[in-house]
């Protein structure tokens, strides 16, 4: 079997081979490729998109509890009114005070 640092000398030396082979040029040009072409695109980081995310859900809880407000108000407007009888009034019928007039 092979000894331990053997394979450990084997692996530095093939990373100094390949740091210094056309490869690792070839490697710099993609990473340079690919990060202009990804900055050219509308990307955003894991963060902002976390951001955004607990934004929509404020959002979507804000609404929700509006749309109830405004769901409870249809149905009040929907209810019959009362009108209040002479006798609460305090007036004989008209439903209103002329305020002594």
């Known amino acids: 079997m092979l000894d331990k640092n053997v394979l450990n000398e084997i692996g530095s030396k093939m990373n100094e081979i390949l740091?210094?082979?056309p490869a690792r040029d070839v490697e710099k040009n993609m990473r340079a490729m690919?990060?202009?072409?990804?900055?050219?695109l509308d990307l955003v980081t894991r963060e902002e998109?976390?951001?955004?995310?607990?934004?929509?859900k404020r959002t979507?809880?804000?609404?929700a509890e509006l749309e109830e407000?405004?769901?409870k108000l249809e149905q009040q407007l929907q209810?019959?009114?009362?009108?209040?009888?002479?006798?609460?009034?305090?007036?004989?019928?008209?439903?209103?005070?002329?305020?002594?007039?």
């Open 34 to 40: 690919l990060t202009g072409a990804f900055a050219r």
């Open 60 to 63: 979507r809880i804000k609404l």
């Open 49 to 56: 998109f976390d951001v955004q995310q607990e934004v929509i």
């Open 79 to 101: 209810q019959p009114v009362e009108v209040l009888s002479s006798n609460e009034t305090g007036d004989a019928g008209c439903g209103y005070s002329h305020n002594g007039q």
């Open 69 to 71: 407000k405004v769901r």
């Open 19 to 21: 740091a210094s082979s």
